[in-house]
């Protein structure tokens, strides 16, 4: 093969990880940079392509690379653009295909969703091969997701199907959440929304929990976690919370495409049964009959990092090269 890489970039609301890929799935060579450290898309760009001169050196020289795939948080397949990506430090509609071509001397370059990405990787490398019909759930600093049906992934007519994250599960007084509107799925279900629940709680009750000896508004998910499986009652409670909600959700998915499975991606699955049980009990509670006991509920077997970056990495494959 005359180019037997490709090149799949995370971009993470904290990190962007990337790495090249060669045509068995193995990350040969990767590397990483800060997100949040650029407010200023150039900036970033220039401090990305400088990582990624650095992957594609070791892999023998651009003339190696077919191509690079991107999962970005609201990224469009159908332009190659970031647009209004309300977890990004840069706002309104960014070239970023474009851009990153660019940076690297002209290899072409494919974007999609950081959740679609997720579900490719996992297609192609994960608990989901084999399967035609699932949605893969990435619980993060947001809520994505990446909707297969009949084996493909659902774009819609402009690029963006499959938000489902901005379902809005709280109608009344719902949480603003950061695309701008209340009461998203995201807002209740992300490791953000697991903090900003943990904050009201220790501010509206009076109960001991080992969360008071931290400063509130610096509590991470990890310090629910961490809490909960010390048997703090408070921190339990948050994530049965969270498992309720994002079961009702998983509920309504499930009505809409009849998925084999759903898969739990991300951060927040590291606590692994103190959400899924919720999560479980939730979802079949609220599912409409017919669909009863038919959906699995996963956590994705790959490692956190590799599984976008794989996912991404499998657009690089598909990229058209200029005669």
């Not at 009990?281 to 959906?295: C, G």
Request: hydrophobic fraction near 40%; glycine fraction near 14%.
């Amino acid at each position: 093969m005359e180019k037997p890489y490709v090149i799949g970039i995370d971009i993470g609301g904290t990190n962007t990880v990337f790495g090249v890929v060669d045509a068995r799935g193995a990350i040969l060579y990767s590397g990483s940079i800060k997100t949040g450290h650029y407010d200023d898309i150039n900036n970033y760009v220039k401090a990305l392509g400088d990582g990624l001169q650095n992957v594609i050196s070791s892999a023998g020289g651009k003339d190696k690379i077919k191509g690079i795939g991107v999962g970005a948080p609201n990224g469009n397949y159908f332009n190659g653009c970031i647009e209004f990506a309300p977890n990004l430090p840069w706002k309104g509609k960014i070239p970023l295909a474009q851009l990153i071509s660019d940076q690297t001397g002209g290899i072409p370059v494919t974007l999609t969703n950081d959740a679609n990405a997720a579900a490719i990787g996992e297609m192609t490398y994960g608990v989901a091969r084999g399967l035609k019909d699932f949605i893969v759930i990435t619980l993060g600093t947001g809520v994505g997701s990446g909707i297969v049906i009949g084996g493909n992934l659902v774009y819609g007519h402009d690029g963006f199907a499959g938000e489902l994250g901005h379902v809005i599960v709280r109608r009344e007084n719902g949480r603003l959440c950061g695309c701008g509107r209340h009461g998203c799925l995201e807002a209740y279900a992300s490791a953000t929304g697991v903090a900003r629940t943990a904050c009201e709680l220790l501010m509206t009750r009076t109960e001991e929990s080992l969360l008071r000896e931290l400063e509130p508004d610096k509590i991470t998910s990890k310090d629910v976690y961490d809490a909960a499986v010390k048997g703090d009652k408070l921190s339990q409670e948050i994530f049965e919370t969270t498992g309720a909600i994002l079961g009702e959700a998983f509920a309504d998915f499930v009505a809409f495409s009849s998925p084999e499975a759903i898969i739990l991606f991300g951060g927040l699955t590291k606590a692994g049964q103190l959400l899924m049980d919720p999560v479980k009990r939730s979802m079949e509670a609220h599912m409409l009959k017919v669909f009863q006991n038919k959906t699995r509920l996963l956590f994705s077997q790959l490692k956190e990092s590799d599984a976008a970056v794989l996912g991404a990495s499998a657009l690089g494959w598909e990229v058209k090269e200029e005669l």
